[in-house]
T-cell receptor, first 113, second 115 residues
Framework: KNQVEQSPQSLIILEGKNCTLQ??????????LRWYKQDTGRGPVSLTI?????NTKSNGRYTATLDADTKQSSLHITASQLSDSASYIC????????????FGSGTQLTVLP | EAQVTQNPRYLITVTGKKLTVTCSQN?????MSWYRQDPGLGLRQIYY???????DKGDVPEGYKVSRKEKRNFPLILESPSPNQTSLYFC??????????????FGPGTRLTVL
């Protein structure tokens, strides 16, 4: 069964600090992995997409990594801001699947001043 | 502005009273989907539609119905809501095509409470 596990479940950091969120998956055959940011009460918004051949991709202060061999991804946030407080969801897509997506349960990040 | 809209945003109802949550997108997307989000469980797919008149079950379809008569609209119907359908619901849409390139755009969510 395809699964996506994220850790930690929740994280509290001080503004300006860095943090790293983890995502492990067992989706097969792997197509791509996306990180979404979901602000409280709003729909998820895509931050970055990683395909099989990509190891690292950045989007401003967000850097995602992918190790397709170990089936792990991480999302690193640099110099955190209060607006980074949100849930970060890892979503993995399987090749050939019309239902497409397996969602992780998310990491709730709180950035304190 | 390109967007996915849902109505209503908040709804409190009673067990057994039929309701419909509307979803509309203005991006000419072929693919539309409904998800529910519950604490600790993440997003789970209810139904999806690859195109007009083409719908299929997701992971948790029991108690829900959908229709896709027009490309832009994908309503979610609860014929006889029950308290276990209390949840936060999201509609999403994307272009059809290779899964590797498809980004889903999500609506703002509908918070449903069934008493």
């Amino acid at each position: 069964k395809n699964q996506v596990e994220q850790s930690p479940q929740s994280l509290i950091i001080l503004e300006g600090k860095n943090c790293t969120l983890q995502c492990n998956y067992t989706v097969s055959p792997f197509s791509n992995l996306r990180w979404y940011k979901q602000d409280t009460g709003r729909g998820p918004v895509s931050l970055t997409i990683m395909t099989f051949s990509e190891n690292t991709k950045s989007n401003g202060r967000y850097t995602a990594t992918l190790d397709a061999d170990t089936k792990q991804s991480s999302l690193h946030i640099t110099a955190s801001q209060l607006s980074d407080s949100a849930s970060y969801i890892c979503v993995v897509s399987a090749i050939g699947s019309a239902r497409q997506l397996t969602f992780g349960s998310g990491t709730q990040l709180t950035v304190l001043p | 502005e390109a967007q996915v809209t849902q109505n209503p945003r908040y709804l409190i109802t009673v067990t057994g009273k039929k309701l419909t949550v509307t979803c509309s997108q203005n991006m000419n997307h072929e693919y539309m989907s409904w998800y529910r989000q519950d604490p600790g469980l993440g997003l789970r797919q209810i139904y999806y539609s690859m195109n007009v008149e083409v719908t299929d079950k997701g992971d948790v379809p029991e108690g829900y119905k959908v229709s896709r008569k027009e490309k832009r609209n994908f309503p979610l119907i609860l014929e006889s809501p029950s308290p276990n359908q209390t949840s936060l619901y999201f509609c999403a849409s994307s272009f059809a095509g290779p899964a590797s390139l498809r980004e889903q755009f999500f609506g703002p969510g509908t918070r449903l409470t069934v008493l």
